[in-house]
């Protein structure tokens, strides 16, 4: 018979999920433990029900890379019981199934944490920051997985995007920049991967960077396929990822790759982080910064990412529509950001409001489109002579405190896009913008009878995707 305590602890943790949950964390169950239907789950016998590593690993071979359903059952195993000797059990009892989802699911930074340790390693304990930097980086490779495998990647896909592998390297590195021994020094580079950071310095650490907890909710929702379609979803989930639209089928591979998409996403304003649209980019569109400036112009709020000839990828946040007019605009939700070689996101520092600037056609002022600095000396520039730019941030950007983003302190231009986000402004209808060949069916039946290509085709806006294209 369940102890007492036993049987509490369990109804606690149960009465935090839904009646619709609860039945869906139990036939989660009885098919991992190969139980058929849940009437039998009320008598003893089903209580004795329990889930092997090698049933685990059936159920999540595709959804999820077996080293994430190592670390899963790592995790539920952890779980003591009341009056069962810890750990010496190879299965996994409903009980602690079911407080393994609810403290994963509902639970605060304490409750996770030491599910979390045994996550990371096994034996629990001090823990390396190398045996961290694993865990996290299978973490952020699990997220793109399960997101790509259940098709919810929202019109971003695997084709469309960078490679993510660095990506995964990169944003891992980024959150584990966060980690903090006991007197607030933060270890980098090669001594943090030989540090040791105890249960409350990892805990401390699980608190301050949202992400783990949000990526371990998705790897759990959509790897075992439990909880992924109720109502309860926060917020952070169902951002993660903003929509896409614009890209689909223009044979367009962004210069973002997934982990930075999520991790400049959650950067944004929250009434901004539900859908990318791309403006520009100068594959489609073409090297002139006229171009640009068309595509660009009273779009609303935008992302400008750039890679230069040295492969460097970074950009900037403009919270505000561009204009063109000689003066600084823009608000203090602007940001500079770093993609490759490293992910990083710089916000203002309150020193100047010299946020964005655009400017095209003037004799007196500088012509370009810049973000952070000062004239001459910006964050990041474009000159109006459209390849050549300048990130001279040294040692840091007044603006952003961002350092030099690009290779070299003036670079070339390699490739560059825009990104509208959130809803497009009231002012940039599209109504009464057909090209010619809209306009004059004929016109376009001669060109093609003729067999001349449309030039004008790639150049005008995407129609708008509907929804139901994701």
């Not at 036993?6 to 009465?15: D, P, T, V």
């Not at 016998?45 to 595709?62: D, I, N």
């Not at 920049?177 to 950071?197: A, I, M």
């Not at 060109?447 to 001349?452: H, N, S, V, Y």
Request: net charge negative; proline share 4%.
């Amino acid at each position: 018979k369940m102890g007492n305590a036993e049987s509490n602890a369990y109804q606690n943790h149960l009465s935090r999920f839904l009646p619709e949950e609860q039945s869906d964390i139990d036939g989660l169950f009885d098919t991992l433990s190969g139980s058929s239907g849940s009437s039998g789950a009320k008598n003893a016998k089903a209580a004795k029900k329990t889930v092997t590593l090698a049933a685990l690993q059936a159920h999540t071979r595709e959804p999820l890379p077996e080293a994430m359903t190592a670390r899963l059952y790592h995790g539920m195993k952890s779980i003591d019981l009341p009056g069962k000797s810890a750990g010496l059990s190879e299965q996994i009892a409903k009980e602690q199934f079911v407080i393994f989802m609810s403290n994963l699911l509902k639970g605060n930074a304490d409750e996770k944490i030491s599910i979390i340790m045994r996550m990371i390693a096994e034996t629990g304990g001090p823990l390396k920051g190398k045996q961290i930097q694993e865990f996290t980086e299978d973490l952020i490779t699990s997220v793109v997985h399960v997101l790509s495998y259940r098709k919810e990647l929202k019109g971003w896909s695997l084709e469309n995007t960078r490679d993510s592998s660095s990506g995964v390297k990169a944003l891992a590195s980024e959150l584990l920049s966060e980690l903090k021994l006991p007197d607030g020094t933060k270890p980098v580079g090669s001594q943090l991967l030989e540090t040791s950071f105890d249960q409350s310095a990892i805990e401390d650490w699980v608190y301050r960077v949202p992400q783990i907890s949000v990526f371990l909710s998705v790897v759990i929702r959509q790897g075992l396929h439990v909880l992924h379609s109720l109502p309860d979803q926060t917020n952070d989930i169902l951002n993660l990822l903003p929509h896409c639209k614009g890209i689909k089928g223009r044979g367009v591979v962004s210069l973002l790759d997934i982990p930075a998409i999520i991790y400049i996403n959650s950067h944004l304003p929250a009434e901004m982080q539900h859908k990318w649209q791309l403006l520009f980019s100068s594959r489609l569109h073409g090297e002139s910064f006229s171009q640009l400036c068309a595509h660009i112009v009273n779009k609303g709020p935008c992302i400008v990412i750039i890679r230069d000839l040295d492969g460097f990828i970074f950009g900037g946040f403009a919270s505000h529509s561009w204009e063109v007019k000689p003066q600084f605009q823009g608000d203090n939700r602007c940001f500079l950001f770093s993609v490759f070689p490293t992910l990083a996101v710089y916000t203002y520092t309150g020193y100047n409001d010299h946020y964005m600037y655009l400017n095209h056609g003037q004799q007196t002022m500088p012509n370009g489109l810049g973000m952070g600095g000062q004239h001459g000396y910006f964050g990041l520039w474009i000159d109006s002579d459209y390849g050549k730019g300048h990130s001279k941030a040294k040692p840091r950007c007044t603006t952003y405190n961002s350092p030099q983003l690009s290779a070299r302190e003036d670079f070339t231009l390699d490739a560059m896009e825009v990104w509208a986000v959130g809803d497009a402004p009231e002012s940039a209808g599209r109504k009464g913008k057909k090209s010619i060949l809209d306009v004059d069916p004929q016109a376009q039946a001669l060109l093609e009878m003729a067999g001349k290509s449309r030039q004008s085709e790639g150049l005008r806006e995407p129609v708008e995707e509907d929804e139901g294209d994701d």
